[in-house]
């Protein structure tokens, strides 16, 4: 499976949302793709509204728990807004336990998500 089916960006309003259609993140290889792919949002495409889904995740890494934490700081110092949806308890556990919790933004829905990070429609 190739980066482009693993992960899907898509443009809602004047925000971004990539989805991660994989249950686990814990190869190196494919870690350090995705973390090419969401950096190179911000760095490359300007996108300061990222809403990341991954519902579909199960597992993670720590190397994939250290791609969240300098992609929220690079949100943070370009005043732009990061939100993950779609965590499941036992992520969210790991979240708790690392006190990434008190770092990244969470959200319920993407509906939820669009709010937090202030997407508007674009006409």
Excluded: W
Aim: with cysteine.
């Amino acid at each position: 499976m190739g980066l482009t089916e693993r992960i899907v960006v898509q443009n809602v309003y004047d925000a971004t949302v990539a989805s991660i259609n994989d249950s686990s993140l814990i190869d190196p290889q494919y870690i350090e793709e995705l973390r090419g792919a969401l950096f190179d949002l911000i760095d490359k495409q300007d996108r300061r509204k990222l809403i990341l889904d991954i519902s579909k995740v199960k597992h993670l890494s720590s190397a994939a728990l250290a791609v969240l934490i300098p992609l929220q700081e690079k949100y943070t110092k370009a005043k732009g807004k990061l939100v993950l949806v779609g965590v499941c308890d036992t992520i969210m556990r790991l979240f708790t336990i690392t006190k990434l919790d008190k770092m990244l933004t969470f959200a319920a829905s993407e509906d939820e998500a669009l709010s937090k990070v202030g997407a508007v429609r674009k006409d």
